[in-house]
């Protein structure tokens, strides 16, 4: 049977790591790349006789997220202790939340093939970060030791965790990639995923088509990527059709998954609710939330992505198509805003965007937020095409020293030597002397053919360097051409 006969359920349970300087029971800074365990303290250490205090960002960053993503905040919550062993978890528990998490009930709406699909947010929790294990092998499964840094330890998480609403890789990859685009516009998290600022953890089971009742699920821990997430989901769709079509039970556990073989592989049986031993944390008092708290925090919502979309599209008549790429990073977002408020023409600064500069900050491992370019000197070096300056074509070699150099357009532009030739005494021998090599053409484009026309100023471009007006050449070929 292929995948077709089966429906697919997913749900996603993502960690969000909170932009709080402090950690979240403790003073301890949350900075990254620090030398191993030197941002530890008692308290994050849980040794004897410290007591932890909530760290109050933590929470108005919780209620932040959570009235982003449409959800319920409660009035009454409090901390719990979630225990079990592992070597990066030196309390032997980990303080989060259990039956009173601080949202519930929310939910996030994606753009399918079929239309808008909306996803439930069954909660938001807030909890404290383990520390990190760095393996001795290429992955955990083949390591022979593993070493431990306490730096992540007690730094403050949220936990989304969405209903099991997601019926394919695609569709859990939108809703990742939605979810990060809120948590970077509510700033209450930098969702670095190249530094496990943001991991997700997928459950996943397979049931026939027209079933309605769910399959045995696995989970999948710690994806950092969308490539990650999308490839995961899809090599597990097709282990467990392979393992019920052998006739064999799906079996509920924890997986990794092995980016460099393309495979899942078992880590350990999957824990319910009640082998964690929950109770409520002692040492930390129950949380109460008013109204006024919330209502503060609501009004200090930024413009949401899909607002944001909306408006790009009515202000500035972008394509959907452009409005979704660039309102899918913050930072993006924020550089064409800059831009369009200095250079009228938005859908040209959309084509740059996405283009050319996507382009370069990719190759450079760069985001819009580092990007060496800043959108006043973009806007310059359109308003020098537009008077006439540098031809498109010059325009790109401009761009890419700019964004090697950092200098602006004119300089470049001025120290390249790459002014467009404009005037019709310089253009014309050239023309003369492209007719003259290409007698084919001229009798081809003579005879009908409209792309010989193309290849012509082709070849006169070629001759300038890139230099010649194209609109010129076009002009000045044609009328040669009658």
């Known amino acids: 049977m292929s995948r077709a006969a089966y429906e697919i359920v997913i749900g996603l349970e993502v960690h969000a790591e909170l932009k709080t300087k402090a950690k979240i029971f403790c003073s301890c800074t949350t900075s990254f790349g620090a030398d191993v365990n030197t941002h530890v303290c008692p308290v994050c250490l849980g040794l004897p006789g410290v007591l932890p ?19 319920e905040i409660s009035s009454f919550s409090k901390f719990d202790r979630k225990n079990y062993y592992y070597p990066d978890l030196p309390k032997n528990f980990q303080t989060s939340q259990y039956d009173l998490p601080i949202c519930f009930d929310g939910h996030l709406d994606i753009e399918v093939q079929e239309g808008k699909k909306r996803v439930g947010i069954t909660r938001i929790h807030m909890e404290e970060d383990a520390g990190k294990l760095t393996h ?24 989304i965790v969405s209903e099991p609403d997601m019926r394919s890789p695609e569709e859990a990859r939108a809703y990742l990639e939605k979810l990060k685009a809120i948590l970077e516009y509510t700033e209450v998290s930098d969702c670095r995923m190249e530094e496990g600022s943001l991991r997700c953890d997928a459950n996943i089971s397979i049931m026939p088509k027209g079933s309605g ?15 990650a997430l999308e490839r995961a989901l899809n090599y597990e769709i097709e282990r467990q059709i392979q393992v019920v079509e052998k006739g064999r039970n799906v079996i509920q556990e924890t997986r990794t998954w092995d980016d460099e073989k393309g495979i899942t592989l078992a880590l350990r049986s999957k824990e319910e609710a009640h082998d964690y031993r929950y109770f409520p944390e002692p040492d930390l008092p129950p949380l109460v939330i008013s109204e006024k708290w919330v209502k503060e925090i609501r009004a200090s919502l930024p413009e949401l992505p899909e607002a944001r979309k909306e408006r790009l599209i009515k202000d500035y008549e972008l394509p959907l198509y452009d409005a979704r790429v660039i309102t ?17 023409k938005a859908k040209i600064i959309s084509n740059w965007l996405m283009g050319d500069l996507s382009r370069l900050l990719n190759a ?19 308003k020098l095409m537009d008077q006439g300056v540098i031809s498109g074509r010059i325009a790109k070699t401009v761009f890419e020293e700019m964004f090697k150099t950092g200098k602006r357009a004119a300089l470049v532009v001025e120290e390249k030597g790459l002014v467009q030739i404009s005037d019709q ?24 053919k409209e792309r010989a026309l193309g290849f012509l100023v082709g070849q006169i471009m070629k001759m300038s360097k890139g230099k010649a007006n194209p ?12």
């Open 471 to 482: 609109n010129m050449v076009n002009d000045l070929l044609k009328e040669k051409l009658k």
């Open 53 to 71: 205090v909530l760290n109050k960002k933590v929470v108005d960053f919780a209620i932040k997220a959570g009235l982003a993503l449409d959800c």
């Open 328 to 344: 899918s990073s913050k930072a993006m977002a924020d550089y064409f805003d800059d831009c369009a408020a200095l250079y009228p």
């Open 425 to 448: 005494s310089e253009i014309e021998p050239l023309v003369e002397q492209v007719l003259k090599e290409n007698p084919q053409s001229v009798e081809d484009y003579r005879a009908g």
């Open 364 to 382: 450079e491992g760069k985001t819009f937020s580092d990007c060496p370019i800043s959108p006043g000197m973009l806007a310059e070096m359109l």
């Open 136 to 159: 001795g092998g290429e992955t955990i499964t083949s390591s022979d030791y593993s070493l431990v840094d306490y730096n992540r330890t007690g730094v403050p998480l949220l936990e």
């Open 213 to 227: 009742v769910f399959g045995t699920r696995t989970e999948i821990k710690n994806m950092n990527s969308f490539r």
